[in-house]
């Protein structure tokens, strides 16, 4: 099992920054992936960025060169920077950890963090 606690949402301007903070229960070391997802209303969750394979990242399109994760692993937490935020980044951002065992990729998630993009 894997508790993940996110913090860090909140209401910001078009243009401005957040930083979303994702805390796991367990070393990090021991989780296969772990990153960040959102979905808006209406739309399916969708993959914002995510170490994949050691120090290897993934971003979305519509946000590389404007989002950055990182990662502490002292602390086992992963964070996302996002800056030069847009009315169409508002959604509930997910903190996600992928844990492999034998065949089979399982699915920890936050409880969700809203992020509000308006003038």
């Known amino acids: 099992q894997v508790q993940l606690v996110e913090s860090g949402g909140g209401l910001v301007q078009p243009g401005g920054s957040l930083r979303l903070s994702c805390a796991a229960s367990?070393?990090?070391?021991?989780?296969?992936?772990m990153g960040w997802y959102r979905q808006a209303p209406g739309k399916e969750r969708e993959l914002v960025a995510a170490?994949?394979?050691?120090?290897?990242?993934n971003y979305a399109d519509s946000v590389k060169g404007r989002f950055t994760i990182s990662r502490d692993n002292a602390k086992s937490t992963v964070d996302l920077q996002m800056n030069s935020l847009k009315p169409e980044d508002t959604a509930v951002y997910y903190c996600?950890?992928?844990?492999?065992?034998?065949?089979?990729?399982?699915?920890?998630w936050g409880q969700g963090t809203q992020v509000t993009v308006s003038s």
């Open positions: 996600n950890a992928k844990v492999v065992r034998g065949a089979v990729a399982v699915d920890f």
């Open positions: 367990r070393s990090i070391f021991s989780i296969n992936a």
């Open positions: 170490f994949i394979s050691g120090s290897s990242t």
